[in-house]
């Protein structure tokens, strides 16, 4: 594990490998080492995995929105002389990847988004703000965080929930602040601005953010390709870490031989 400081944050951050650089952020509630299955990449790829504010090693909840978490992204890039990243962001990482994409155009090779979300209606914010309330009162936070562990799953394999239980660690403030946040996004008119290559990838059983929410990203975004991957949940790059890496591989592959 790495740190740097900014003018404005200290940034906690894991580096390895060597190639085209590659930025991998987490979603919400999850830490940086949650990527582990994607560390076989680093043989290709220059990979760097942050955690975002109050997330992991990242005790700082001070101004959380998605737009800071993309700035803080790119002040990590800028210290590290890093002009220009493939960015790969899962379900609110995915945001992030976005909100990069609207601030700095020209620092993003591609963009990958993983199980993500790109407009989240308000009525819907508020039901779900609601309801997890009433479940606040009736659960304690253990059963709360297994539910949400279980819902991200499509196999309920004891060895596939002891993994994703480790690395879905979220710091009560700044996983509230960090959900309402999320309940902000609207990026209907960005999607079809977006001209860099870019991947959408869903699992068939998602129920955070089902299928038919990718589809209609993949049909907002101009050339745009989709992967569905079969028997996988919302945490595809875990439960199908084979296929996933494989499909990371080729699409950003693909690009070099464009480039060409």
């Known amino acids: 594990m790495y740190a740097t400081k900014t003018e404005t944050i200290k940034l906690y951050y894991?580096?390895?490998?060597?190639?085209?650089?590659?930025?991998?952020?987490h979603g919400l509630g999850e830490v940086k080492e949650g990527w582990f299955k994607q560390y076989e990449l680093a043989?290709?790829?220059?990979?760097?995995?942050?955690?975002?504010?109050?997330h992991g090693e990242n005790n700082l909840t001070e101004g959380i929105s998605i737009k800071n978490f993309a700035k803080d992204v790119l002040d990590l890039m800028d210290e590290l002389g890093i002009e220009s990243?493939?960015?790969?962001?899962?379900?609110?990482?995915?945001?992030?990847?976005?909100?990069?994409?609207?601030?700095?155009?020209a620092r993003c090779r591609s963009l990958i988004l993983v199980s993500t979300f790109h407009f989240a209606p308000r009525i819907i914010g508020l039901w779900f703000l609601h309801f997890k309330m009433l479940r606040s009162k009736v659960f304690t936070?253990?059963?709360?965080?297994?539910?949400?562990?279980?819902?991200?799953l499509f196999s309920w394999e004891e060895e596939t929930l002891k993994q994703f239980r480790k690395y879905y660690r979220p710091n009560p403030e700044g996983y509230d602040k960090s959900m309402r946040e999320c309940f902000k996004v609207d990026n209907r008119e960005l999607l079809p601005?977006?001209?860099?290559?870019?991947?959408i990838i869903g699992g068939q059983f998602d129920t955070i953010t089902p299928v038919w929410i990718q589809l209609l990203m993949h049909q907002s975004i101009p050339n745009s390709k989709l992967v569905i991957f079969k028997n996988s949940g919302h945490?595809?790059?875990?439960?199908?870490?084979?296929?996933?890496?494989?499909?990371?591989?080729?699409?950003?592959?693909?690009?070099?031989?464009?480039?060409?």
Do not use: W
């Open 235 to 260: 945490v595809t790059k875990m439960e199908v870490a084979e296929k996933f890496n494989q499909t990371i591989r080729s699409f950003i592959n693909k690009q070099k031989t464009v480039k060409i």
């Open 85 to 105: 990243a493939h960015i790969l962001g899962l379900s609110m990482g995915g945001t992030v990847a976005q909100e990069i994409y609207r601030q700095a155009p």
């Open 43 to 54: 043989d290709e790829y220059d990979l760097i995995i942050p955690d975002l504010r109050g």
């Open 193 to 199: 601005k977006i001209k860099v290559p870019t991947l």
């Open 14 to 25: 894991n580096r390895l490998g060597t190639g085209e650089p590659l930025v991998l952020i």
């Open 141 to 152: 936070p253990q059963q709360l965080s297994e539910m949400t562990v279980r819902a991200c």
